[in-house]
């Protein structure tokens, strides 16, 4: 089953990243758009076990390093996305998850994952503009995930619980 | 880690059976239970105390990432990901050319929904655009006679040599990556090398900065790490342009002067300075205009704003310059216009 769940992580993974360089760039504002994968990885830490949860989010952030469009340097999605499958990992709630709980989670990965990533970018000297820009774009993709939430994490986190192995028998 | 595995069994009462449990071999019960909670399975849905994450996974997976950028930024241009990242673009490369043909027609559907006041504003915007270039066109047989002189010279003294290969943008690097490149539906199969010089109908585009075997990444003169020798196409003045990362409708660039005593009007023509071989930009190729000259007295510098002529927030077919005779797997675009090279390519294999 590990195989199963595997794959449907990666699955989504690669869709996501797919249609964040393809789709929603024609939808973009101010050049940001949502970061989808990054709604995957949380979605995942949010009903996977948290061993499979930072896996995924280490790999999809270094697909995001590699895969064409990118150009800095790599590592930086890779640690981003790993710190905030920790971060959705230990913020997840004890009990049944409201969508409240849900929104806010995803709003915190966010803001840690991109604000992570312009920090990366700093320490490395590679290519983030000024403190009122990044600010800008933190802000504005914070907004762009909050708002894709509803449509986006519901599906992946049924899908995902649905692969657990307590459902599979 | 002891503390992790630990506090599951002992803060939650067994009261709740787990959801798998319907096997009914109830001797078994217990034990799957306690495995249960202790790989923490069960759906979201499910109440029960759940392990956190592993802290020397965590520890693991940042010291990759670490090991990632450290490899990555020491090394330079002979990076050891550079074949990663050429077989990751082979293996993504199919799916975004995929995704983004089958999103191109749906993109300009919000351009059917323009009002009735915009369609008349812009008639008006032409009717005087039109106005103006027929007063000039008054003028042109003159400049056009001595242009076609001047032409024969310069065709004579040196033949240009190059032909377009057309491509489309089929990715777009976010602006949350803080850096701006697109990728093209060709590769290193249609005869693309890095430091080639990609434009578009209304002017320059950027540079190619690598290529797999069918797509190719393009770093747009909108980038912060983006130079291009410029000059002022009025006056001649050189200097160099930066991009500022903006993305979208406000991607303006920077240009400096060699001369700082030279200053451009508004509205001048910036055209490309051009390099020794046309790598990585060939000479003349239009990038903007003049908008803004800003002047320090005091440190005796000025900034001089270029608008792009080129929307770089929808990009959609550009034309690369490659050498003509190109071996490419697509037709090629002389400097006649006329299209050709396929053939050539066909015959040659």
Not at chain 2, 179 to 199: E, I, K, N, Q, Y
Not at chain 2, 247 to 262: K, T
């Amino acid at each position: 089953m590990t195989a199963l769940r595997a794959a449907a992580a990666a699955g989504a993974v690669v869709l996501a990243m797919v249609l964040q360089v393809s789709l929603f760039p024609h939808l973009a504002w101010q050049g940001v758009v949502p970061n989808l994968v990054l709604l995957v990885v949380v979605a995942v830490a949010l009903t996977r076990d948290p061993q499979l949860a930072l896996v995924t989010g280490f790999l999809a952030g270094a697909l995001l390093d590699l895969a064409p469009p990118a150009d800095h340097v790599a590592g930086r999605w890779a640690l981003a996305l790993t710190v905030v499958a920790y971060v959705a990992c230990r913020v997840r709630p004890e009990t049944r998850a409201s969508a409240l709980t849900v929104v806010s989670t995803v709003a915190a990965c966010s803001f840690v994952g991109t604000s992570l990533y312009a920090l990366t970018g700093l320490v490395l000297g590679d290519g983030v503009g000024s403190a009122g820009e990044l600010l800008q774009v933190v802000a504005l993709s914070l907004v762009w995930d909050v708002v894709l939430t509803p449509f986006v994490l519901p599906p992946l986190l049924a899908l995902f619980t649905r692969l657990e192995p307590a459902r599979m028998g | 880690m002891t503390d992790l595995l630990e506090r599951p069994s002992s803060a939650t009462p067994p009261s709740r059976p787990p959801r798998g449990s319907g096997r009914g071999r109830r001797s078994r019960l217990a034990r799957a239970e306690r495995r249960e909670r202790r790989w923490h399975l069960g759906g979201l849905g499910s109440s029960g105390e759940r392990p956190q994450p592993s802290r020397s996974l965590l520890v693991a997976l940042v010291l990759a990432s670490a090991t990632l950028a450290t490899l990555d930024l020491s090394t330079g241009s002979h990076s050891p990901l550079e074949p990663v990242r050429g077989a990751v673009a082979d293996v993504v490369g199919p799916f975004e050319s995929g995704t983004s043909t089958i999103v191109r027609p749906l993109a300009g559907v919000p351009d059917w929904f323009r009002s009735r006041s915009t369609l008349s504003d812009q008639v008006d915007a032409l009717t005087q655009e039109n106005q103006q270039l027929r007063s000039e066109l008054n003028a042109a047989p003159y400049d056009a006679n001595r242009l076609a002189e001047y032409d024969k010279l310069t065709a004579a003294a040196s033949d240009l040599g190059t032909s377009l290969l057309p491509a489309r943008v089929i990715g777009y690097g976010p602006a949350q990556s803080f850096s701006s490149t697109v990728t093209l539906d060709a590769g290193s199969d249609a005869g693309l090398r890095p430091d080639m010089t990609v434009v578009n109908g209304d002017g320059l585009v950027g540079r190619i900065l690598r290529t797999s075997r069918s797509t190719s990444t393009v770093l747009l003169i909108t980038d912060p790490d983006s130079t291009v020798g410029a000059r002022v196409g009025d006056t001649l003045a050189m200097g160099f342009l930066r991009g500022r990362g903006v993305l979208g409708d406000d991607g303006r660039l920077d240009l400096e002067l060699v001369d700082d005593s030279a200053v451009p009007a508004r509205a001048d023509t910036v055209v490309t300075w051009g390099s020794t071989g046309g790598a990585p930009y060939v000479a003349g190729v239009p990038i903007g205009r003049v908008t803004h000259v800003y002047s320090s007295v005091r440190e005796t510098s000025q900034r001089i704003v270029v608008d792009p002529y080129v929307d770089f927030g929808a990009l959609d077919v550009v034309g690369v310059v490659v050498p003509t005779g190109t071996q490419s797997d697509r037709a090629l675009i002389g400097a006649d216009g006329e299209l050709g090279g396929q053939s050539a390519a066909g015959e040659a294999r």
